[in-house]
C-alpha cells in the first residue's frame, strides 16, 4: 500500500475516531509513537531507558529498519523505512485518533534532503504525505502549521492554549501529527548518556511549577530583532499565566526557567535550568548538526533544558521558523513541552524539535489513589479511582482505551473479556478544561485460567564466553508456539531462546513471554521482567 493510500485510510478513520477527544488527556504515554531504529544502538539504548521512565505502552512503539542514523535521509528514504511503516502499524494496532504525535529516540537523521533545501525530519510527519512545499515557501516561512495559535503580528489573533486532543475535533482530517526527536547522536548532537539525564531531569520535575525567571535576552543583532516585537508584546501574557519574566540586554546569568535569545552563541556555563525548562537562541545553523559553524541546539540539553529548537538550513532570521515566546506561557497553563512548543511555532518545515515531549512541569497533579481488585469467586476485576474531587477518569488495559469518561467510583470487566494471564492497566484522573491536566497510575493483574505462560532467565553455561542471554518458557497445555517479546517486537521463539544481548540495547529492557494456543484463538502474556543490560 502507498503512502498515499495510506494517509487516506488514516483520514477515513480520524474522521470517525475525532469524537474520541471527550475521553482523551494532555499529550499523555498513550498518545505518542515512540519509533526506534532497530539498526542503531544509540537508539536501543535511549528507547529502552524512555519506555521505562515514562511508562510507554508496547503497543505505541514501533521498531524501524532505518539505514542510517547520521545526517539526512533522501525523501524516498524517509517513505520507504519511516512514514509507510509507522502509517501501516497506526492502522494495525488500532492508533489512529489517539495518537498525535510522533517521538523519534535516538539514532535517526536530523533532516530529510530536499533540493534546493532540506526540511527537519520533526517536520515531516506534519505533511501527512503531502510532497514537500517548493523551495520560495520553505525559504519565505509561508508554510503555516495548522497547529499555531498565533499571534502572527502585533494586537493579531490569539488561540488559546490547548491539549492537542482537544484540537484535534476542531482541526478534524487538519489535524497532523507533531514530532520531536528526544536527541541527535550523530556528531555535534548529544550523547545516550546526555539524552537519559535529560529524560530523568524531566521526569522529576514534572508537576513541581518552578519559580525561577524566563529569560527573554536581546542584542542589536537581526537574530534578536525579528523576534523584537514579539519581546515587547508577550511578557504581560506570560505573567498573567503566572511565570515571572526578565527582558533585557545579553542576559545569560543565572538561574533561569526558560530562555530565550538570539545569538550565534550562549555562555551556557554561566546559567543554571530549573527542571522542565525550554531554552533556545535564534541563530541560522542550530539545528544544521552537518555545519561547524555556530553553537548548537544541543548545547541547551547538556546545559539541563528538557527541550530545545533550532533549524536545520540557513532560516534567514524568520521568526515565524523559531519558536514564538508564548511558548512559555502554554507551557505555563499546563501544556506538555511539546504541545507548547507545536502550539507556538508558525512555519516548522525546517525546525527541529528535540527534548522530552511528555515534559509537564507546570501541570496541576490531581490526587487520587487507585486500585486493581482482582476478585476469582465472582470473576471480575475491579478498577476504583478513590478521588479526591470529583475529576472525570479513563482506564486503559494493554494500552487500549476501554472505558469512555467515566464519573462513577468504580468499574468492573469480567474475565470473559480478556484472555488468561498478564494485562497491564493504566488510570488516569484529569481535568475538564481546555488544556488537560492529569495524573496517572500503571499497574498490572493476572487473570486466573488453565492456561498460564511464564519465563525466567538460564544460568551462564560454564564456560560461557559469547555473553549470549538464555531464557526458557514454561507454559500451560500445548501452545502453537512461544515467543520472547520486547514490546511487540519478537527478539526468539522456541521453549528456550538464546540471545546476543545487542538485540534488545543497552538500559532497562522489558520482556514478557507469549503462547498462542489454536484451540481458543487465545494469546497468554507473562508478567513483563525487567533485566539491566
Same mark, same amino acid.
Given at each position: ?10 483520514? @477515513? ?81 488500532? @492508533? ?58 502585533? #494586537? ?153 529548537? #533550532? ?223
Amino acid at each position: 500500500m502507498t503512502s498515499n493510500a495510506l494517509h487516506l485510510r488514516l483520514l @477515513l478513520l480520524l474522521t470517525l475516531l475525532v469524537g474520541l477527544a471527550s475521553n482523551a488527556l494532555a499529550l499523555a504515554p498513550h498518545e505518542i509513537l515512540l519509533l526506534v531504529n532497530e539498526n542503531s544502538p544509540e537508539s536501543l539504548a535511549v528507547a529502552n531507558h524512555y519506555i521505562d521512565a515514562r511508562k510507554i505502552p508496547d503497543r505505541n512503539v514501533i521498531y524501524l529498519d532505518v539505514p542510517r542514523a547520521d545526517k539526512w535521509l533522501t525523501p524516498e528514504e524517509y517513505t520507504e523505512h519511516i512514514e509507510q511503516p509507522v502509517l501501516k502499524a497506526t492502522i494495525e494496532r488500532g @492508533l489512529v485518533g489517539q495518537a498525535l504525535a510522533w517521538v523519534y529516540s535516538a539514532g535517526f537523521p536530523f533532516k530529510v534532503a530536499s533540493k534546493p533545501l532540506s526540511v527537519s525530519i520533526t517536520a515531516l510527519p506534519m505533511l501527512r504525505g503531502q510532497e514537500i512545499p517548493k523551495q520560495g515557501i520553505i525559504k519565505g516561512g509561508s508554510w503555516r502549521s495548522p497547529i499555531f495559535s498565533g499571534p502572527s503580528s502585533p #494586537g493579531g489573533k490569539r488561540g488559546e492554549s490547548i491539549s492537542l486532543i482537544r484540537l484535534a475535533p476542531i482541526l478534524t482530517t487538519n489535524m497532523p501529527p507533531v514530532c520531536i526527536s528526544l536527541g541527535y547522536t550523530g556528531e555535534r548532537g548529544v550523547t545516550t548518556d546526555e539524552i537519559t539525564a535529560m529524560v530523568d531531569r524531566s521526569v522529576i520535575s514534572d508537576y513541581r511549577k518552578p519559580d525561577t525567571p524566563v529569560i527573554l535576552s536581546t542584542n542589536q543583532t537581526i537574530r534578536s530583532k525579528c523576534r523584537s516585537w514579539i519581546f515587547k508584546t508577550e511578557p504581560e501574557n506570560i505573567r498573567k499565566a503566572g511565570r515571572t519574566v526578565e527582558v533585557g540586554h545579553n542576559l545569560y546569568k543565572g538561574s533561569f526557567g526558560g530562555y530565550m535569545g538570539g545569538a550565534t552563541a550562549i555562555d551556557t556555563t554561566q546559567l543554571k535550568l530549573s527542571g522542565g525548562a525550554i531554552a533556545e537562541h535564534l541563530t541560522s545553523f542550530g539545528a544544521a548538526f552537518d555545519q561547524k559553524a555556530q553553537m548548537k541546539c544541543s548545547a541547551w540539553i547538556r546545559a539541563g533544558a528538557s527541550a530545545t529548537a #533550532g533549524t536545520v538550513e540557513e532560516p534567514y532570521a524568520l521568526w515565524t521558523k523559531f519558536l514564538h515566546a508564548r511558548v512559555f506561557e502554554h507551557q505555563a497553563n499546563g501544556c506538555t513541552a511539546l504541545e507548547s512548543m507545536a502550539l507556538a511555532t508558525c512555519s516548522p518545515l525546517q525546525t527541529y524539535f528535540m527534548g522530552d515531549p511528555l515534559s509537564r512541569p507546570f501541570m496541576d497533579k490531581i490526587a487520587f489513589a487507585p486500585t486493581v481488585t482482582v476478585d476469582e469467586k465472582r470473576e471480575l476485576v475491579t478498577f476504583s479511582p478513590n478521588l479526591t474531587n470529583d475529576n472525570p477518569w479513563v482506564i486503559l488495559v494493554d494500552g487500549v482505551l476501554i472505558t469512555g469518561r467515566l464519573q462513577s467510583p468504580r468499574v468492573s470487566l469480567p474475565f470473559s473479556q480478556m484472555s488468561s494471564g498478564y494485562h497491564t492497566v493504566r488510570i488516569f484522573a484529569f481535568t475538564d478544561t481546555a488544556v488537560r491536566h492529569y495524573s496517572e497510575f500503571v499497574s498490572g493483574f493476572t487473570v486466573p485460567g488453565r492456561k498460564q505462560v511464564t519465563f525466567k532467565e538460564e544460568p551462564a553455561i560454564q564456560g560461557q564466553t559469547d555473553g549470549k542471554r538464555r531464557f526458557r518458557i514454561t507454559a500451560d497445555g500445548t501452545p502453537k508456539n512461544l515467543r520472547l517479546s520486547q514490546g511487540r517486537r519478537v527478539v526468539g521463539e522456541g521453549e528456550l531462546v538464546e540471545l546476543d544481548p545487542a538485540v534488545f540495547g543497552s538500559g532497562p529492557v522489558w520482556l514478557w513471554a507469549e503462547a498462542d494456543y489454536e484451540e481458543s484463538r487465545m494469546r497468554v502474556r507473562s508478567a513483563p521482567v525487567k533485566i539491566e543490560l
